[in-house]
């Protein structure tokens, strides 16, 4: 018995190891992954609840290593944060779809572009000038703009946090709570900070089923919003009884596997243009 608790132990060191192993390797790859043109962004559909009409789309960061392949950004995000390399992602995702923007602006293909930013990019110096920059860059106008922020990252550091967000608000860039419902602040809470937009994340939103639980949360996430002047996007819209009740609710918009996957650029604007022509 003690021998096997002493193997099942060092079997566990060594995965912790590998684990460590592989941490430190991603970090160090992390590096010079932007200028290896490693980055990509996919872009997934914002909808209209009512009229199914393309509003925005959201950028989403992929990191595909030369020899280990696709790594999650739930992974290689949080190793970014952790070693400070938050700031020149960020900047790569906001210079790359601000190029995008430009692009499907140029070819009639009107839609705003959603953004992740997290707690770090909050507390740098630099970020808003750098947002002013990427917008002037592509001839851009801030409303073409959405930063997703999680309910956490607004609450890290309140004051400070809300003097940055009013500084983009000012330049016509708008602000969405992400993953609204899985933290701790209460709505009265964020509604002090200058946010336009609340995204309901996906865990109360994928398998909604009418009266249960999860439906009580989004129901009266939706009705607080609304007196609260809020528009409601909801993530993980995968069925089509789940997108018509959420339209019902009173949601604005829908984002999910329902309306599509996270697309290439190429297929994004495919796709864009399938629903203007
Ligand atoms: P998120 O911001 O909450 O993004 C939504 C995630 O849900 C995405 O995963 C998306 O592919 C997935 N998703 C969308 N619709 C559905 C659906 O109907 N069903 C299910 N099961 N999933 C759906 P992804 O792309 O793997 O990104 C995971 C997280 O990584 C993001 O969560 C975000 O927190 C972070 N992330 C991604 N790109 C960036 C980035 O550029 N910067 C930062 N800071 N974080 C990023
Ligand atoms: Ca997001
Ligand atoms: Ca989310
Ligand atoms: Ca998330």
Known sequence: RARQLRQSYQCY???????????????RDLQHAASNGEFSLRYQPQ??????RALGMEALLRWDHPRLGRIPP????????????IHQLTQWVIDTGCQQL???????????????ISAMDLQQPG?????????????????CLCIELTESALMESPEMGARKL??????????AIDDYGTGYSSLAQLKRMPVQELKIDKSFVMQLVK???????????????HHLGLSV?????EDQTVADHLAEQGCHMLQGFLISRPMTAEAATEWLRSRVG
């Open 47 to 52: 909808v209209s609840a009512l009229t199914g």
């Open 102 to 116: 430009a692009r499907w602006s140029e070819a009639g293909l009107n839609v705003r572009l959603g953004v992740n």
């Open 211 to 225: 009266g249960s639980e999860d439906d009580v949360i989004v129901s009266s996430t939706i009705e607080l919003a």
């Open 127 to 143: 970020l808003i000038k750098r947002v002013e920059r990427a917008l002037d860059r592509h001839g851009l106008r801030g409303e």
């Open 233 to 237: 996007v909801a993530e993980g819209v």
């Open 13 to 27: 060191l060594h995965g912790q190891d590998e684990r460590h192993l592989r941490h430190l390797s991603l970090v």
């Open 74 to 85: 739930d992974e290689f995000i949080a190793l970014a944060e952790r070693s400070g390399l």
């Open 166 to 175: 009013q500084s983009l608000r000012a330049m016509g860039v708008e602000l």
